[in-house]
């Protein structure tokens, strides 16, 4: 499952940043999720309180998850649009060279810790 | 409690995982192929042609598959090394799991070592293996609509395998609407059409794969 790929890989992200800065507590992540970056969000909370057991620094923390809007730029008429609505084809001149300039990505903002 | 401000990506422990085991395969010389498509597309038989033709590179095979162990046993039957890696459920393989992989494998002398990933064209597109050379396969029966549904993995790979040309004339697929749909997103990439039951466009796969292994031991 694609969820618990990247729960597995955002725990050892923040393990080593615990050791790093001598953490020992980590209370909540904050984590940026992008529109079309294909996370399940109900999925990815339920698969975080079921793994984050398995690391000490982690056990008590809390996932907030904010999301990035998706955002297309056309290379035809260069403007941006929302890929959400309107996906690979641009709505102001019906271009189809098109590219995804923000929206996929799923970045670790911020954490509280002690 | 403090913020502590990171804006890391999820991925980055992987991608520190992926850099080490790319300048290890470096040292070595050894070329690590990641090859991704989706279930069925033609990997295993495509690998066989190859380890069939080019007698003269020594070549070994990470197998990674949910369960079973058909491919790793039929690539050995071949001659090549191989072993299979079982991905326990995961979609994808990541770079720790290939240095496991490649660490287990204990194969010496190698030129060419191949990754056949998970079949599946979205999760595997999304991880940093270790590889240097990320070669994705998409077989005539899948459509030549699939660059507009996964452009991700179509964006990231360096070549393109068009498999399975021999069924051409029982599909509706558009080669050279395939080919400019997948330059639209990536314009660099390598395309090769080919079959590995005929033969044809193998010649023209086999020699870009020694380029690549000469570039990278350059
Ligand atoms: N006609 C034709 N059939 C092919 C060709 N290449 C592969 N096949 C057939 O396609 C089927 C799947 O091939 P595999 O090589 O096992 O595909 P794979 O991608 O390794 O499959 P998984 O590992 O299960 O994801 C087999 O029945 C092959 O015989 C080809 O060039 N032409
Ligand atoms: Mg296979
Ligand atoms: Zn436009």
Redesign the interface.
């Known amino acids: 499952?694609?969820e618990?790929?990247?729960i597995i890989?955002?725990a050892?992200?923040l393990d080593?940043?615990a050791q790093e800065?001598n953490l020992t507590?980590i209370?909540s992540v904050t984590?940026q999720v992008g529109e079309v970056s294909?996370i399940v969000t109900d999925l990815f909370v339920e698969c975080w309180d079921y793994f984050k057991k398995k690391h000490e620094v982690l056990k008590d923390s809390v996932l907030k998850l904010e999301t990035i809007p998706a955002v297309t730029w056309c290379n035809n008429c260069k403007t941006n649009y929302e890929t959400v609505k309107y996906g690979?084809t641009c709505p102001h001149c019906g271009s189809?060279?098109t590219?995804?300039v923000k929206g996929?990505?799923?970045?670790?903002?911020?954490?509280?810790?002690? | 409690m403090r913020t502590i401000k990171l804006n890391a990506s999820v991925t980055a422990s992987n991608d520190l995982d992926a850099q080490a085991l790319r300048s290890r395969m470096k040292e070595k010389g050894v070329l690590l192929v990641n090859i991704m498509s989706s279930a069925g597309s033609g990997k295993t038989t495509l690998l066989s042609k190859v380890i069939t033709d080019l007698k003269d590179t020594k070549i070994a095979v990470l197998e990674a598959d949910i369960e079973s162990c058909v491919d790793a046993e039929h690539i050995e039957s071949l001659g090549a090394k191989a072993i299979q890696v079982h991905t326990s459920g995961m979609c994808h393989m990541d770079a720790g799991m290939t240095a496991a992989a490649v660490e287990a494998i204990k194969a010496d002398n190698v030129d060419l070592m191949f990754l056949e990933n998970v079949g599946n064209l979205i999760c595997p597109a999304e991880y940093d293996t270790g590889s240097s050379l990320n070669v994705m396969i998409l077989s005539v029966p899948e459509g030549d609509d699939k660059p507009l549904k996964y452009p991700l993995m179509f964006s990231k790979s360096d070549a393109l395998v068009i498999s399975k040309m021999d069924t051409l004339s029982y599909f509706t697929f558009d080669l050279d609407k395939c080919v400019s749909r997948v330059k639209a997103l990536n314009p660099d990439i390598k395309i090769f059409p080919v079959s590995a039951k005929t033969g044809e466009g193998m010649d023209e796969f086999e020699k870009y794969l020694k380029a690549c292994l000469k570039d990278w031991r350059a």
Do not use: F, R, S
């Open positions: 499952m694609h618990m790929g990247i890989h955002l050892k992200t080593q940043t800065q507590k209370g984590l294909g690979k189809g060279e590219w995804l996929n990505e799923c970045v670790i903002k911020e954490i509280e810790a002690e």
